[in-house]
């Protein structure tokens, strides 16, 4: 995709947020979530489209270290800036430097506070050894140790954690930009670096006292180190411990993708044909053999409890996952909590970016990169899919974890969008204001 054609897709869908934020004000007006909300919304989406429109045409002619090290900059100043304004900015609506109706936020504060006094008063064997005997859930587990050890550096400041959710949010665009630069070219890897510097959810997140940053994180950690060992075969020890420890800590974060990620990668050594029978064999090895360490240990409790749950106590609704790459829709109407209102902008962007992930699918076939890109796409297809068909449908933040991989899909298509293409864009941005038009009203009658 020519500059020229990114500029009309990022005009094209900043327009559309504009019209149906005048459409729902105007059919919905009682109901409107009103101004205030409007110009986070507005401040967002044109942030994304314009910002990164112009950052990908101003850097062009920039060398790959340079450009790299300039995105990481750019976004890391970008993330630390917006962490520091919004202990304000909360403070001053909430009382306490967090997100409206911080419950879970809070929680994890405790749990931490409680996990620094147990390592501080010498007890860390007897924590160890409640989670081993399954007395303590292993998944979720693993944003409170992440917390409680920062605050056993740093002490109990709130500050402190979302300004390391900044490093490691900065960090994603160096990691989408390695991806694909190897999995596809270095436009492709330049449009995604650049699209993750400047997605909002990526910036948004980094102001929460919550797990989804640091999910996010390992998970693109886990599966770029996966594709650097079987393209690259360097450094095998070192990448595979990595990968390991990425894979832990997303299963201390949420079981059930750390399962997505086993069944993904087992796919794509087979599927992937650039893969020898002998890498293959290593790879299915080494995988085979860190899932039963897994099983024997703490976390087989919770994959054996995962699968339990998911084919008895769950009601499934299959309607939602065919879209699953775009959901949920945003919060435009005044019913609901206010953070639901505050990223309704940031839940557009990734409304279009999720366009352009499903497009992805159309692209690879017709250059045939399918077999190729496997392990990046089965991820969140395998854990978006999950998510859509179970009751937290509508949540945002189950879908966050996947995003990365997400933003460098659609980026993947934008760069290799052709003229013949954009019709199916505008058809999908039809669909979309019809979907949000309707997605307010469903809101409004059952508030």
């Not at 994304?48 to 060398?63: A, T, V, Y």
């Not at 950690?221 to 990425?246: A, G, Q, T, Y």
Request: with cysteine; proline share 2%; net charge positive.
């Amino acid at each position: 995709m020519r500059d020229t054609y990114y500029k009309i897709f990022s005009i094209k869908s900043l327009a559309l947020y504009l019209i149906t934020l005048i459409l729902v004000s105007v059919v919905f007006h009682d109901h409107f979530a009103g101004w205030h909300w409007v110009l986070w919304g507005v401040g967002s989406t044109a942030f994304f489209f314009l910002g990164s429109w112009q950052f990908i045409e101003r850097s062009g002619n920039m060398s790959p270290k340079r450009f790299l090290l300039f995105v990481f900059v750019f976004a890391l100043v970008i993330r630390v800036l917006y962490v520091w304004l919004m202990c304000y900015y909360y403070t001053f609506k909430t009382g306490i430097p967090l997100e409206y109706g911080a419950s879970d936020s809070l929680g994890y504060h405790h749990k931490a506070l409680q996990l620094g006094k147990i390592i501080e008063n010498g007890q860390l064997r007897d924590f160890i050894n409640a989670v081993l005997a399954q007395h303590i859930a292993f998944s979720d587990l693993g944003y409170v140790v992440t917390l409680g050890c920062i605050y056993g550096l740093f002490g109990p400041n709130i500050l402190i954690p979302h300004l390391f959710h900044s490093l490691l949010s900065a960090y994603i665009c160096v990691l989408v930009y390695r991806l694909a630069d190897r999995l596809f070219d270095n436009r492709t890897a330049r449009i995604a670096a650049v699209m993750s510097a400047f997605m909002p959810l990526f910036i948004y997140y980094c102001g929460l006292h919550l797990k989804e940053i640091d999910f996010a994180f390992f998970l693109i950690l886990c599966i770029e180190r996966i594709d650097f060992v079987m393209r690259e075969r360097k450094n095998i020890m070192w990448n595979i411990f990595l990968i390991l420890f990425s894979l832990l800590m997303v299963f201390a974060y949420r079981a059930s993708t750390g399962i997505c990620v086993f069944v993904s990668f087992f796919v794509y050594v087979f599927v992937n044909q650039k893969i020898t029978k002998t890498e293959r064999i290593v790879g299915v090895s080494v995988a085979i053999v860190s899932l039963v360490l897994f099983i024997i240990s703490g976390i087989g409790w919770e994959i054996i409890r995962t699968f339990s749950i998911a084919f008895t106590q769950v009601d499934y609704n299959f309607q939602y996952v065919p879209g699953a790459f775009v959901l949920p829709l945003p919060k435009m109407t005044s019913d609901g909590n206010e953070n639901l209102k505050l990223i309704n902008g940031m839940v557009f962007v990734k409304n279009v970016i999720g366009f352009f992930a499903m497009y992805s699918f159309i692209i690879a076939y017709r250059e045939k990169k399918l077999r190729e890109m496997s392990l990046l796409a089965l991820v969140p297809i395998t854990y978006l899919a999950i998510v859509a068909s179970i009751r937290f449908f509508s949540i945002e933040r189950f879908y966050f974890p996947a995003l990365p991989c997400l933003t460098l899909l659609a980026a993947y298509s934008i760069s290799h969008f052709e003229k013949k293409d954009q019709k199916w864009f505008s058809a999908y941005l039809a669909v979309l204001l019809v979907a949000i038009m309707f997605w307010s009203y469903y809101n409004i009658i059952t508030s």
